[in-house]
């Protein structure tokens, strides 16, 4: 919507604020009898319903220290009762000079608010900002605002994806994926439907604050472990605007982060925002343009967001990176995987394993630390030795372009069960998959001679193991990384807690220690009971994959035949 101000000629102390602490101000002040002076005409006192008391520029005032700016400040006052989200952004044209103001960098001096000891309290709320250099309100000249309509998520259709699935948002205009999924840039060497992630364009002429992308997937995943927005700006406007990073995770509530400052540093600028995403609500992300000189013929900024449960690693400072830079080639976030323990826990164990359990922290009489030591030894050995688990799965991490380095804490396919694979044990299968769901297998290991090419983008078809996951080359656009393997033991040591493998198989194998640690002379009993279980299990394992001699019906070699190829039988001449 749309509104025209006509400034009248300034009448006796035009303000907001009457008595002592009154700012002066030019621009429209109505008859509103909490105010004083009335001045200027405007088309219509409404903002989508919400009746306006009082806006223009305000002169600077010490007492009041949202209005202690360089510039005096732009004023928007409401009446009692008006909603705190009126609006998203205030476009002010006076004479073809345009200026932009968001909610989300306003000043809100909320309805109640008293300005200063002793004087005025506001009955609505108030928005203030700094005012431009050039006045946009002057006696006998016409200023036009264009209010544009609050951010609001849209209606959401049910879904079931997790945050990193692109079919699990949408943008302000309904569609699914959104629109900024496949705005990928001209100037960016990615197929045009998209590598990934999410583009916003924006600069202070047009700073795109009215159009976030809403996640619509399942409630569950919106509440549960966190998110990494990483981001890098590929190109900057040349309208000397800033960029802003906001998302909300509670209705009404927007969190910043500044990508660019107004002072435009030079060069692609990558970087990461971490959510904690435990209580919350929705989950709403955009990029906006803040500050600068609103021109219609100034370039646009393009930053890309790429949205992952990644939360432990993030893009390199330069994306593709430089060859000669030494970080380049290690993770900058270590995994612990190394099984640790301390001297105290390793001389409690001893003492209990060793008979001297009753002195073991005075424990009566010690059974319970016994048993407990057995059961988890019992565990963990097996898990070790027992390759036939049903701990069996696939882990999935979520590959953005430019990044090489994945945390192994940081597998995205189902946070809600919270599993993570242990590199310790057998990996069975890694590849990639592509955004047309092709799948193609990856090499493991990488050569040093490969680091020649680093700098060449292209899909990842090697990975290693090191202190966290290394892909190569480093990708050109968005995929998935897939490896079959199996996850680590869970926590068994609280009374609650339930085993990770066969409860039965390590019920046995701590119970034939157990009596083997005693002296019983049914020890041994127990042990080839456990071994026959364990046997009996592995044998299930095989399914229709177990091979019983002469089942199989071998075809026959056949010898090769060589087949000559000419211009008269089809081949080339």
Request: hydrophobic share 40%; proline share 8%; with cysteine.
């Amino acid at each position: 919507m749309s509104l025209t101000i006509n400034v009248t000629s300034t009448l006796a102390n035009p303000a907001p604020f009457p008595g002592t602490w009154e700012t002066q101000e030019i621009g429209y002040v109505s008859t509103d009898s909490n105010l004083t002076g009335a001045m200027g005409i405007i088309t219509s006192n409404q903002i989508f319903g919400n009746v306006i008391e009082s806006v223009g520029l305000a002169s600077n005032n010490s007492i009041l220290p949202a209005f202690n700016n360089a510039n005096g400040s732009f004023l928007l006052l409401m009446q009692a009762g008006s909603v705190t989200n009126l609006f998203s952004q205030i476009t002010v044209n006076r004479g073809g000079v345009y200026s932009t103001y968001t909610q989300l960098s306003a000043t809100l001096l909320p309805g109640g608010t008293q300005i200063g000891p002793g004087g005025p309290i506001i009955d609505g709320p108030c928005y203030v900002w700094p005012a431009p250099v050039a006045p946009i309100f002057a006696a006998g000249l016409i200023t036009t605002l264009t209010i544009t309509a609050p951010l609001t998520a849209p209606t959401a259709p049910s879904g079931n994806g997790d945050i990193t699935d692109p079919a699990a948002w949408q943008d302000s205009s309904g569609n699914i994926p959104p629109a900024q999924f496949s705005n990928v840039p001209y100037n960016v060497n990615y197929p045009l439907n998209g590598d990934g992630r999410y583009w916003f364009q924006a600069n202070a002429y047009a700073p795109n604050v009215n159009v976030p992308i809403t996640f619509i997937g399942n409630p569950a995943y919106v509440s549960t472990g966190s998110a990494n927005l990483q981001w890098s700006v590929v190109s900057t406007a040349n309208d000397g605007s800033g960029l802003i990073l906001a998302y909300s995770t509670t209705t009404g509530t927007w969190v910043t982060a500044t990508l660019l400052p107004q002072t435009q540093l030079g060069g692609i600028q990558n970087g990461q925002v971490q959510i904690p995403l435990a209580g919350a609500t929705q989950f709403q992300v955009q990029v906006y343009a803040q500050g600068g000189t609103s021109l219609s013929t100034a370039s646009l900024s393009e930053v890309a967001v790429a949205i992952t449960r990644n939360y432990n690693e993030g893009i390199t400072w330069d994306g593709f990176v430089n060859p000669f830079d030494p970080v380049n080639y290690n993770a900058l976030v270590v995994d612990n995987n190394i099984p640790t323990a301390t001297m105290t826990s390793l001389q409690y164990r001893m003492m209990v394993r060793l008979g001297f359990a009753n002195q073991a922290n005075n424990p009566p009489p010690g059974m319970s630390a016994l048993t407990q030591d057995f059961l988890t030894a019992a565990q963990t050995f097996l898990y070790k030795r027992y390759v036939q688990l049903h701990t069996k799965r696939f882990f999935r991490w979520k590959i953005n372009p430019g990044q090489r380095f994945y945390s192994l804490k940081d597998n995205d396919e189902n946070v809600l069960e919270n599993v993570n694979m242990d590199p310790t044990k057998c990996i069975e299968w890694a590849g990639i998959q592509d955004s047309r769901n092709v799948w193609y297998p990856m090499i493991q290991g990488i050569p040093p001679q490969l680091y020649t090419m680093i700098t060449k983008p292209w899909r990842p078809a090697r990975y290693e193991l090191r202190n966290a996951i290394e892909i190569y080359p480093v990708p050109d656009q968005t995929y998935w990384l897939w490896v079959r393997a199996h996850f680590g033991l869970m926590s068994f040591i609280n009374p609650s807690d339930t085993t990770t493998i066969d409860s039965e198989l390590v019920f046995l194998w701590a119970l034939a220690n157990a009596k083997a640690h005693y002296g019983q002379p049914d020890a041994n009993q127990i042990a080839g009971q456990a071994n026959t279980y364990k046997a009996e299990l592995i044998a299930a394992t095989h399914q229709t994959a177990h091979y019983l001699p002469g089942t199989i019906a071998v075809p026959p070699a056949v010898r090769p035949t060589l087949i000559q190829f000419d211009a008269n039988n089809g081949g080339g001449s």
